[in-house]
């Protein structure tokens, strides 16, 4: 086969060697030029998704001063929480003396299993009876939502059995505690 090849003329083996050179070419094209030209491209938009990642980072970092400084002054407002049990007792016994200062009747309370996320804890007591009058109630109310500690009324309902200014119902009260890390603060 060689020799036939060798006893082409000069044209033809010119010809032939181009031929064989644009096989080469295409043959490194689609097994080496290709998928290097594919993998900088997916290089490069990954390198664009990082960056526009690390720029959302820094700006999110440009605020870490001025949250220090917030947190600061509110972290006061809500405790560190503690062994679940303590706090379940002290919530309750909370509750108790707002009763007792507002002149209502608490006949049942009992604690519901905590809420937590990733860095509070809701504390949830559910007050099953109570009788009141209304002006306590409403005084009641009043002083659980300005207590510290964030604790709110997240659900109520309120029966009238009579005419007269007493009311009974049930309520589910909440506190809101952060949350200890492993070196026991927040």
Do not use: C
């Not at 109310?141 to 964030?150: D, Y």
């Amino acid at each position: 086969m060689i020799e036939k090849l060798m006893q082409l003329p000069w044209r033809e083996k010119a010809g032939l060697v181009f031929a064989l050179a644009l096989v080469a070419l295409y043959v490194t094209d689609a097994t080496v030029a290709k998928p290097l030209v594919r993998r900088v491209r997916r290089l490069d938009t990954a390198i664009s998704v990082e960056q526009q990642r690390l720029d959302l980072h820094r700006k999110t970092l440009a605020y870490a001063d001025s949250v220090r400084q917030q947190y600061a002054g509110v972290k006061d407002l809500i405790g560190v929480a503690g062994p679940e049990q303590e706090d379940i007792e002290t919530f309750k016994n909370e509750i108790d003396e707002m009763a007792l200062r507002n002149a209502i009747r608490l006949k049942a309370m009992r604690h519901l299993p905590p809420e937590r996320t990733a860095f509070l804890v809701t504390y949830v007591v559910e007050v099953n009876d109570f009788e009141a009058d209304i002006a306590a109630l409403v005084n009641f109310l009043h002083t659980v939502g300005q207590a510290p500690g964030l604790l709110r009324v997240r659900q109520t309902a309120i029966a009238a059995p009579g005419t007269d200014t007493v009311v009974s119902g049930s309520m589910v009260i909440t506190k809101v505690m952060a949350r200890a890390a492993d070196g026991g603060t927040p």
